[in-house]
């Protein structure tokens, strides 16, 4: 067997926990989905999250430890308005040091909170963000050099809304919480005794980590109340790892109307939506019949059938096209479900057509071409995942590294980039800006994914067009990279200047 073979037999086989919460075991009635606390930040002085050490019960008699914003597991969901600062203050009750980046926001390098920007044990960093983008649904993580996995897996990440009060209101649910509802979508794996367990070697890397539970904003497969109207739902993808395919049991149709970094000019109707981790969709969703529902997924394999390694079908593209874990039989699980509270008005009962305020992005012909290719096959990495060390991983045959400035962009000028994956498929990421994707494998992007982003699924080879307007300096630069935490982790990330 050629070496790749066997490499992609691995890949394939990797023993992943089966979820237990699949859609047919679930009988017991959830818990309410918590909605995390609303912190609106202006520029006015008192906005505070500090990353903190908790303790709470996911289930019956257990307590768990975690990690939070100012709260056990996760952190308030920060909204903040176009054409004004966002004034903050991250603080830091840990023993080990954190960072605080604004996954998706346009702000210069210094205030991105990468892994160059570390708040040490008892610091705290305080930063007027000034806040110049589209609407949208974002996040904010830690960003530690190789502990990026480990500390979003324990609860340190949260929401983040951008509201743009110059644009046109596009005539979607907004009420907070009643009918504009933050799903942020987690996988872990708990032990016996409720503990969260995490492991970041070997095997669990080369995958991605993933777990057997699946949780909504900290939640086990809650329940929603919604009023009988449009509910907009802002799903965040926030696993390590996981791929999800969102749909709802009944098979009902809702419509897509945004996209990681903004909405579409168009609400576009659909039944399922596909996110890689840190993908955002917001899509719209008609409860109007009064009837419940419960939103499901099914896994995405990660391993690419025919590419690289398998050359081909055959048995073993009979394997990869098998899944891993979960999806082993390709049955859905279930993520949340929606029950009609006849005690709240619906708002909205009629989607527009066009989306008032939709961002139009207005990147120009590319003055330069990059490609960025990420690696599974550095060394002996693969070799050395089997015999329990940890394999680097990287970009263009290189690790990461802290002190070395892989590209130096400039300020506003567009550039095509060409991403390709190695094996599996990655979600690629860039800080610091919102690209568009122009082509997958390729072929042009269908319409939904047309809209701004910031990742892009790499199952292949991807081309995004790119541009940005804020700098970053040697001593704060911007990354890509994988956001599976554990390839992010082990090196598959590179930084840049923008001057
Ligand atoms: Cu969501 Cu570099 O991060
Ligand atoms: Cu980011
Ligand atoms: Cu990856």
Redesign the pocket.
Known sequence: MQRRSFLGSMIAGLAVPALIGRASAQSAPGQPLPIPALMDVGDEAGNRIDAIVGRRSFFEGAETRVLGWSQDYLGPTLRMQRGRGARIIAGNRLEQGITA?W??LHVPGWQDG?PHSVIAPGRHLEQTLEIDQPAGTY?Y?S?VHGR?GEQVYHGLAGLLIIEDPEAPEPGLPLDYGIDDIPLIVQDRWFSRAGELRYDDDGMALMQGFRGDRILVNGALSPVARVPAGLVRLRLLNGSNSRVYRFRFEDGRAFHQVATDAGLLPAPLRRSEVQLAP?ERAEIVVDFASGRPARLVSVDVPVAMMGRGMMGGGGMMGGMMGGGSGASEDGAAFEVARFEIDEGLTPKAMALPTTLAGAPRPNLEEPVRRRSFRLNMMMGMGMMGAMFGGKPELGINGKTYQMDRIDQQLRLGETELWEISADMMAHPF?V?GTSFQVVSRNGRAVSYAESGLKD?VWVDGTAEILIRFDRPARSDAPY?Y?C?ILEH?DAGM?GQFTVS
């Open positions: 980046h996954h998706g990468g996040w993580h960003h990026t840190a990421h800080h990742v990354m990279h956001h992010e990330m």
